[in-house]
């Protein structure tokens, strides 16, 4: 169980704002945070975070907390400014297309890929831009995560070029959870890692890191990142061309199991 923490400044961020609403309206009722998970179909460590500012709140959560505390839909009117402040506009339809996406296949060049950050390695990666709220990019990155737990969550394939496992952009305790982190994902039935290595030949994975998702129906979705906003593109073309490089990567990445072992090599030498 998270344990209950207290809460951040209701005026630092919109976030911060919802999460102080929710502890109070909770407050009031007299509730402790699993009774209110009950009542909202979540869980407590949902309700913790959310009230710490941490994760992002769901639409269905902001409906489900005004239909059990009978709030009027105050937190369904809170959540599309939540939502506004919390991802760019560029960014909010990939969050949503990943969201319903039922394969996830991603090259990252650089950094370990945003879905399979821990909190502490995000925290370090995205304070080099010095944003104004570092805080609610943390939350909205690990709030992603959650399609992990989904009932059906997607067939994820991620191929990561050794690099990212030795960019110290953490510190060597965090890099170690990090790395312990990867090779965890890496023993779930429905994700494969494989690690591109140093001394591969050149490949398309040179030119940048992409995402190419799929759905049960329509057509495939590609995803560029780009230095200060992505693109999304749906031309049939461009994502064939995609899905036959990302292919191409793969051929020069190792095993999912000889990719295991790098990581543990990585690992073993940060040290204890």
């Given at each position: 169980m998270t344990a209950e923490t207290d809460a951040p400044d209701p005026t630092s961020s919109l976030l911060a704002f919802f999460?102080?609403?929710?502890?109070?309206?909770?407050?009031?009722?007299?509730?402790?945070?699993?009774e209110c998970a009950k009542r909202a179909h979540t869980t407590q460590a949902m309700i913790s975070y959310v009230e710490a500012a941490r994760r992002v709140p769901s639409e269905d959560l902001a409906r489900d907390l005004d239909v059990a505390f009978?709030?009027?839909?105050?937190?369904?009117?809170?959540?599309?400014?939540?939502?506004?402040?919390?991802?760019?506009?560029?960014?909010?339809?990939?969050?949503?297309?990943?969201?319903?996406?039922t394969s996830i296949r991603s090259f990252q060049a650089q950094v370990i890929p945003g879905l399979l950050q821990t909190e502490e390695y995000a925290r370090a990666v995205l304070a080099g831009g010095r944003p104004d709220s570092l805080d609610d990019l943390v939350a909205a990155r690990m709030t992603r995560q959650s399609l992990f737990e989904r009932?059906?969550?997607?067939?994820?394939?991620?191929?990561i070029d050794e690099y990212a496992l030795i960019r110290p952009l953490a510190?060597?305790?965090?890099?170690?959870?990090?790395?312990?982190?990867?090779?965890?994902?890496?023993?779930?039935?429905?994700?494969?890692?494989?690690?591109?290595?140093?001394?591969?030949?050149?490949?398309?994975?040179?030119?940048?890191?992409?995402?190419?998702?799929?759905?049960?129906?329509?057509?495939?979705?590609?995803?560029?990142?780009?230095?200060?906003?992505?693109?999304?593109?749906?031309?049939?073309?461009?994502?064939?061309?995609?899905?036959?490089?990302?292919?191409?990567?793969?051929?020069?990445?190792?095993?999912?199991?000889a990719s295991a072992d790098l990581i543990r090599k990585h690992l073993e030498e940060l040290g204890p």
């Open positions: 999460g102080s609403e929710l502890r109070r309206v909770r407050t009031a009722a007299g509730l402790s945070q699993g009978g709030t009027d839909g105050h937190f369904g009117r809170l959540h599309p400014l939540v939502i506004r402040f919390a991802y760019p506009s560029w960014f909010l339809p990939y969050v949503e297309m990943k969201r319903e996406a009932e059906n969550p997607p067939h994820t394939w991620f191929v510190t060597s305790a965090n890099m170690r959870r990090q790395l312990e982190h990867l090779l965890h994902a890496s023993e779930q039935p429905r994700t494969v890692i494989q690690v591109v290595p140093r001394d591969a030949p050149p490949h398309p994975g040179l030119d940048g890191s992409f995402t190419i998702m799929g759905f049960d129906s329509g057509e495939d979705v590609l995803h560029v990142n780009g230095f200060s906003q992505g693109r999304m593109a749906v031309d049939v073309a461009e994502v064939t061309a995609a899905s036959y490089s990302y292919d191409l990567i793969r051929a020069m990445a190792l095993s999912p199991n």
